[in-house]
């Protein structure tokens, strides 16, 4: 549901006018500024609408501080339709860089004989005080239910704040509220599009309603309607619900993994990990040669929390959110076990000694590479994200900064701007008529590689300045087992996709654990400490010692690391193999195996290797490849 202002207005803003339009960039790209005057039936205010094209074409319209989203979103599409029209904005959208700025999408196409603004409206997306509206039919509701909205709008508005003020009241974690507000807000949602005559009244019979139609699980929508109720109790609506017909929840299979799919599960993960580790050493210093910019380490590390994760699901009986929380600080090295404090109580989780090897090198590999990772970010948001594209942004993410910078380092940004700015007045002049009569200068092909090279030492040292005064990387986070390529905790659900992407869970992982582990003849009451769980009656720590033993004998029979190597050279070896088929249909096929065998037999793929840093080397084809090359 949108968000509301406090304010009521009479009447919604529309577009008036077109005050002028003016491009941002000089070299006849996006974005574009239509400075535009909007009014309704009490004020007139100017906007700016800024058109940009980002992966998508996208409309940004910001005046916060005037009227609520609700009616800059509508504002904003009546202002987009009327100047959609406009001959001179028509102009500057058809001019030929820019047109072939957006033939790179995929929603236009060569030889469409549709304009490109026609094209343009109908695949853009709204962005509305940084809140994106990414779907039109979402955007169309909104538009199409104008005068059903403002005369309902009292009623949204009383609902909102009591769902406000009963999730506040709540003392639950963060993320169950999250979940209850969701849930308060679907059904609310629900009831004002299909029943606006009875939104925001809740009766049994809508109630039986929303359980039959609307589309989602049992579970959500019967915990829907508790929220509902218990909201309704809250302001003393007391519902008769004899008539309700709640929706019965899927029962619970309790279902295991074999062993053999553990096992095919960390080759999958292991086998991802080796081909990206083997891609950036074989290709980083050939991508550097020619120019281009390296494979991301941000990946490699995301690769290597996933197999760390699974291996810990798959050992330690855990929950998801137990999981992500641990820290290095947690894991007991020497006496192989992972302690979690829970108040006055501790957790104590037995692990295998291979475990706590691969933990030991993960975090190795963590304290090396973070900070390259977290620069890598920076670097790749400045040149190839927003950053470079937009004036302002870039003034402002340089006003971030700039209190850190030492005299050397101000120096250096200046100097470089300066000679961007020349470079930039050059090219410009290149493209007016007297450049003719000029041959001296510079050819303009010459100045935008200067200019590209200039722009890119620019963000490798603002990358390296961020990484190293930027408040915004918690330092936290590198006391964390599992983080997110935005150097953040990762999220349960980011790491739930993931392991369902191989068709499986922690939930079952955990289950599994359970059930390989029962089958030990070892005391429950101790099990169940080791799992975290409440038990009744004392625990000799003989037989808490004897039981965390067990467990670690009781390992899952993963394969060696010998096996695992020869393993994932194979898959690699024939993916390689594949590819330089395909390239080159006529390649003599035994030998193209022979030299790639060859060539990879000495990389070492094992899990040990694959937790260790990077090794630059120097891209070589294989002579099979080169002659192919010579003959094409």
Request: aromatic letters at 12%; hydrophobic letters at 35%.
């Amino acid at each position: 549901m949108l968000k509301y202002d406090k304010r009521i207005f009479k009447s919604l803003f529309h577009f008036k006018s077109i005050n002028h339009i003016e491009q941002i960039e000089e070299n006849g790209n996006f974005p574009i500024e239509i400075h535009v005057t909007i009014r309704n039936k009490e004020i007139e205010i100017p906007a700016v609408i800024i058109l940009n094209f980002l992966k998508k074409p996208v409309c940004s319209m910001k005046i916060g501080e005037v009227i609520s989203d609700f009616e800059l979103l509508y504002a904003a599409v009546d202002c987009f339709k009327n100047i959609s029209l406009n001959k001179e904005l028509l102009a500057i959208i058809n001019i030929k860089q820019m047109r072939e700025e957006m033939l790179k999408s995929s929603f236009i196409q060569r030889g469409n004989s549709r304009s490109n603004m026609e094209l343009f409206y109908e695949n853009v997306k709204y962005k509305i005080n940084d809140y994106f509206y990414e779907s039109r039919e979402q955007v169309n509701i909104i538009v199409n239910n104008t005068d059903l909205l403002l005369s309902k709008m009292n009623d949204v508005k009383i609902i909102l704040q009591q769902i406000n003020d009963y999730i506040s009241s709540l003392t639950v974690k963060e993320e169950t509220k999250s979940l209850y507000f969701y849930c308060l807000q679907s059904f609310y949602e629900w009831l004002f599009y299909t029943n606006p005559e009875q939104f925001p009244s809740v009766t049994a019979e809508v109630i039986n309603e929303y359980l039959q139609a609307y589309d989602a699980s049992n579970y959500y929508k019967n915990l829907a309607i508790k929220q509902v109720l218990k909201l309704q109790k809250n302001y003393h609506k007391h519902l008769k619900m004899e008539g309700v017909h709640w929706q019965s929840p899927a029962p619970k299979v309790q279902t295991f993994y074999s062993e053999a799919i553990l096992i095919e599960t960390e080759l999958k993960l292991l086998k991802n990990l080796g081909t990206h580790k083997r891609q950036i050493e074989d290709y980083n210093h050939y991508l550097r040669s020619i120019g281009h910019e390296p494979h991301s380490y941000s990946r490699l590390r995301d690769l290597m929390r996933n197999w760390i994760y699974f291996r810990l699901a798959a050992e330690t009986m855990l929950k998801s959110r137990e999981l992500i929380a641990l820290n290095f600080e947690n894991i007991d090295f020497e006496n192989l076990r992972i302690v979690i404090e829970k108040g006055n109580k501790k957790q104590i989780v037995a692990i295998t000694k291979q475990t706590a090897d691969y933990l030991k090198k993960y975090k190795k590999f963590r304290n090396a590479y973070d900070d390259t990772i977290e620069e890598e970010k920076h670097y790749y948001r400045w040149m190839y994200g927003s950053v470079l594209k937009d004036k302002n942004k870039k003034e402002e993410e340089m006003a971030l900064i700039l209190p850190f910078l030492n005299d050397l380092e101000r120096r250096e940004f200046n100097e470089i701007e300066d000679t961007l700015k020349k470079i930039n007045e050059q090219i410009v002049f290149q493209k007016k008529p007297e450049y003719e009569k000029v041959k001296e200068v510079q050819s303009l092909g010459e100045l935008r590689r200067e200019r590209k090279e200039l722009n890119n030492r620019f963000a490798r040292k603002y990358a390296e300045v961020k990484r190293k005064y930027s408040n915004k990387l918690d330092e936290n986070m590198k006391s964390a087992l599992f983080v997110s390529s935005h150097s953040k905790r990762v999220n349960v659900n980011t790491m739930e996709k993931i392991l369902n992407q191989l068709d499986i869970t922690t939930e079952v992982l955990r289950v599994t654990r359970y059930k390989q582990v029962s089958k030990l003849q070892v005391s429950e009451p101790a099990l169940m400490k080791i799992m975290g769980y409440e038990h009744k009656g004392k625990i000799k720590e003989l037989e808490f010692e004897n039981t965390l033993k067990m467990i670690e004998k009781s390992r899952i029979d993963f394969f060696s690391e010998k096996k695992i190597d020869e393993l994932i050279k194979s898959m690699i070896i024939e993916t390689y193999c594949k590819h330089l088929i395909s390239k080159y249909p006529a390649i003599n096929k035994e030998r193209l195996k022979r030299e790639a065998k060859e060539k990879y037999s000495h990389y070492d793929f094992s899990r040990s290797a694959l937790l260790e840093g990077v090794f630059e080397r120097s891209y070589e084809p294989l002579e099979v490849e080169k002659e192919m090359g010579k003959k094409v």
